[in-house]
């Protein structure tokens, strides 16, 4: 019983140490989306009001 407590405790260590990089990386681009999102937005409305500044 207690080689089983053992690994038990061993997957409980890995999935806290594995598991919380992933949901910390997983909220992070979920995030960082939305702002390149903006980002690529203003860029091309930047790019439009150069075009038609050159006109």
């Known amino acids: 019983m207690k080689a089983r407590l053992i690994n038990m405790e061993n997957i409980y260590t890995n999935v806290a140490n594995l598991g919380f990089p ?3 990386s997983i909220y ?5 989306e939305g702002k390149l999102d903006h980002l690529t937005e203003s860029i091309d409305n930047l790019s439009k009001v150069i075009i038609s500044s050159k006109i």
Do not use: E
Request: hydrophobic content about 90%.
């Open 28 to 32: 992070l681009l979920v995030r960082i």
């Open 22 to 24: 992933i949901v910390v």
